[in-house]
């Protein structure tokens, strides 16, 4: 099963199939630390008139001093969180997404900001063969609930035995009810809570 397709009835559809909307590319610019970014989105992908908000706040709220080794970026996009991250430090970093769209545009953007991500598809983490000592995602939460706990839950098979995650959730989209439920599987930690977004931390439980 292909868990990130959804119904051909739901609008946002588009952003988890390879079943394309007619394509419109453009330009956006992206300032982050007062540096300036060049994207090229289009239609079909995530947040492609520039920057979401819920990304924004994680952005703010990583670590960058802390950030080292191999770094995955769960459902790049056209890439923002890939590119910043890898600007902004010194480890290696990995995109993936099922939108091959999204993909295309993800290299074209690395390229054009000069800096060297290897993205690559994957259904969840299908694709994925090796650990990486940090995971960070602004998740697709149409998905579900249940799929979007699976996402999350299954980052331990993918993280380093000190690995963390770093991820973005809304109050509306069910903050609170998603950190009681990950307690079950990692230390979980709020690190901010911004306009009802909440930025939380995942590590491995110590045994």
Do not use: C
């Given at each position: 099963?292909?868990f990130?397709?959804?119904?051909r009835?739901d609008?946002?559809?588009h952003y988890?199939t390879?079943?394309y909307?007619?394509?419109?590319?453009?330009?956006?610019?992206?300032?982050?630390?007062n540096?300036?970014?060049i994207?090229n989105?289009?239609?079909?992908?995530?947040s492609?008139?520039?920057?979401d908000?819920g990304t924004?706040?994680?952005?703010e709220?990583?670590?960058?001093?802390?950030?080292?080794?191999?770094i995955?970026?769960?459902?790049c996009?056209?890439g923002?969180?890939?590119i910043?991250v890898?600007?902004?430090?010194?480890?290696?970093?990995?995109?993936?997404?099922?939108?091959?769209r999204?993909?295309?545009?993800a290299?074209?953007?690395?390229e054009?900001?000069?800096?060297d991500?290897n993205?690559?598809?994957?259904?969840?983490?299908?694709?994925?063969?090796?650990?990486?000592?940090f995971?960070?995602?602004?998740p697709p939460?149409?998905?579900?609930?249940?799929i979007l706990?699976?996402i999350l839950v299954?980052?331990?098979d993918?993280?380093?035995e000190?690995?963390?995650?770093?991820f973005v959730?809304?109050?509306?989209?069910?903050a609170?009810?998603?950190?009681?439920y990950?307690e079950?599987?990692?230390?979980?930690?709020?690190v901010a809570?911004?306009k009802g977004?909440?930025?939380?931390?995942?590590?491995?439980?110590?045994m």
């Open positions: 099963m292909d990130w397709r959804l119904k009835a609008k946002m559809a988890f390879n079943d909307v007619k394509s419109d590319e453009k330009k956006i610019e992206i300032i982050f630390k540096k300036k970014y994207m989105t289009d239609n079909g992908v995530f492609k008139r520039g920057l908000f924004r706040t994680l952005l709220n990583i670590p960058f001093e802390n950030l080292k080794g191999d995955l970026d769960f459902g996009g056209y923002p969180i890939s910043i890898k600007d902004n430090s010194s480890a290696n970093v990995d995109g993936i997404d099922i939108n091959l999204s993909l295309k545009l290299r074209k953007n690395a054009e900001n000069r800096v991500v993205f690559f598809e994957s259904d969840i983490y299908k694709n994925v063969t090796k650990k990486y000592d995971i960070i995602t602004n939460i149409r998905v579900g609930k249940e706990y699976k299954e980052a331990k993918h993280l380093k000190d690995g963390e995650v770093y959730i809304n109050k509306d989209q069910g609170k009810s998603t950190v009681k990950l079950n599987y990692y230390l979980v930690t709020v809570k911004n977004f909440y930025i939380i931390n995942l590590k491995n439980q110590k």
